[in-house]
């Protein structure tokens, strides 16, 4: 299935955000600054459900991220479909199997919102976002993320953590649209080669470059 924007501004959110540490209070915005300031990397899998506005199930998905800060990742999605996101801090690839085609993107195009920037390292997340603990909830403690201004993409963000782990992120888009991803044996700052990051085109693949 064909990867499309609506699915990108929603995992360049998560790219954003996947690493955040436990946040509560009155301290939660120190606390994302020094997340910021020490986390450098992310090793985690993860599932992801795509709901509509009536919580209907439209698409479930589920694979493996590496992020490495600033700007390089790879998202390999294993089932349904076979896809790979890749950014090695200059250009983001984006390889669908099944479709046999690859699109290449400049990290800058690709990135223009409010989270890509702070992907890029740039700013904190109190500048982009109003921050607000939302308690305990399944287990869970959740933390809210509002846009201080329209990014055009997503409403809002919730992440939820367990102790130190983070556990399930919700985006939700201008449309009503929500994106559920879990996560399983996170690792934060593991080592991690930056060969990860680069891509080779495929044989007998059809390549698309995004230039603006």
């Known amino acids: 299935m064909l990867i499309k924007k609506p699915f990108w501004c929603r995992l360049l959110a998560f790219v954003l955000l996947a690493g955040v540490v436990p946040v509560a209070g009155a301290d939660a915005v120190q606390q994302l600054r020094q997340f910021f300031d020490h986390a450098v990397s992310l090793h985690a899998g993860f599932r992801q459900v795509v709901l509509d506005q009536d919580q209907k199930v439209l698409e479930k998905s589920d694979g493996e991220m590496w992020i490495k800060r600033p700007g390089k990742f790879r998202w390999n999605y294993v089932h349904p479909g076979q896809q790979q996101i890749v950014s090695d801090g200059a250009k983001v690839w984006i390889y669908d199997q099944d479709l046999e085609q690859v699109t290449v993107k ?67 888009d201008q449309f009503g649209q929500t994106t559920r991803i879990t996560f399983e044996n996170n690792q934060i700052n593991s080592r991690l080669a930056d060969r990860l990051f680069d891509f080779t085109v495929p044989d007998n693949v059809d390549v698309f470059e995004v230039t603006d």
């Open 106 to 172: 400049q990290l800058n195009q690709a990135l223009s919102d409010a989270p890509a920037m702070l992907l890029a390292g740039k700013g904190h997340v109190d500048q982009r976002f109003h921050i607000q603990s939302l308690g305990k909830q399944d287990g869970l403690d959740w933390l809210a993320l509002t846009p201080k201004q329209d990014s055009g993409e997503f409403s809002h963000i919730r992440i939820g953590f367990q102790g130190e782990q983070l556990r399930s992120l919700l985006l939700t």
